[in-house]
């Protein structure tokens, strides 16, 4: 029997819906000289919709959920900010004419080397918060960056290798009961998220 770990007390019964993996694999395709400036602009659009993205959903969980909940999706509006990250993303797209969502994933895999050799496990966890804010960019950068959710009010068991934090808020319209992952732990934004809204999650 394969057990899982609790992060958020319950017991759901519901028919299981799969998320697909966060990060979508991109093969490398070299841009022409006169459309990677076209390709940046891409980018920062993306980066702006993202933003925009994030502070309505900043509005929305500080009024339903409370302030430090907030807070997690305050510090993923701050790494939209950060001059380091986005100008890593800008330059490959310059330097190399790569297409905006191969800089993103490189530029992510580059972050992730870093975190992963991190010991202290809190940190290392950040690294889903890195990891949700360049889904959130690759879904705007995508033609149907969104995931497919059931349209009607039947219950639902997300299932997935891991929950990323927007997640939690994005498929609200969902009749979400419950929370099954591959990875992750209870210190996790996640985690944080699901017991606040009394999902049941594994």
Known sequence: M??????????AVARAFRV???LARHD??????????AEVARFERA???AGAELDATIERVSSQLGQSEADIFRAHRQLLRDPSFIGKVTQLILNDKLEAPVALTLT???YAEVFNRINDV????????????VQRIESHLAVAGKPNCPGHDEPVILIAEEILPSHSVM???MKVVGIV?????????????ARSMSLAAV
Do not use: K
């Open 2 to 11: 394969i057990r899982g770990v609790a992060i958020s007390p319950g017991v």
């Open 20 to 22: 697909d993996a966060t």
């Open 28 to 37: 490398p395709t070299i841009l022409d000289a006169g459309a990677v400036s």
């Open 47 to 49: 980066c702006a919709e």
């Open 108 to 110: 992510y895999a580059e």
């Open 122 to 133: 809190y940190l290392r966890e950040r690294l889903a918060d890195f990891r949700d804010v």
């Open 171 to 173: 498929f609200d319209r």
């Open 181 to 193: 992952t591959e990875g992750g732990g209870a210190t996790g934004h996640a985690a944080i998220l």
